[in-house]
């Protein structure tokens, strides 16, 4: 699990860099919109929406509590994979060393 918790950090630090580098030099409503006329540029916030949703099922899944479970997903959906990270690496700290505990939450 330590290779695990080194590589879900190393995720969340770069996407987070990423994400709080491109809020503070770029045009979010003048680049996303020039993004979206692409189909490309479609295609790419299709599938990053689609992971969002696969993830979001998995926290559904493994979370006991499902007013804690909707919290979780609401910040995923509003932040993205910062928050997906973040919560992967909580199941991975909480669930030590049992990898189906990860998985599976509350019901493992």
Do not use: Q
């Amino acid at each position: 699990m330590g290779y695990a918790k080194a590589f879900l950090l190393a995720c969340f630090y770069l996407i987070t860099g990423s994400l709080v580098h491109s809020l503070w030099r770029g045009n979010f409503t003048k680049e996303g919109g020039e993004m979206l006329s692409k189909p490309w540029g479609r295609t790419t916030v299709l599938d990053a929406y689609i992971g969002l949703a696969l993830f979001s099922s998995w926290i559904l899944y493994r979370e006991k509590s499902l007013l804690k479970a909707f919290l979780w997903i609401f910040g995923v959906l509003a932040l993205g994979h910062p928050v997906s990270t973040l919560y992967a690496l909580i199941a991975l700290y909480e669930s030590e060393p049992d990898w189906r505990r990860f998985w599976l939450g509350s019901r493992g």
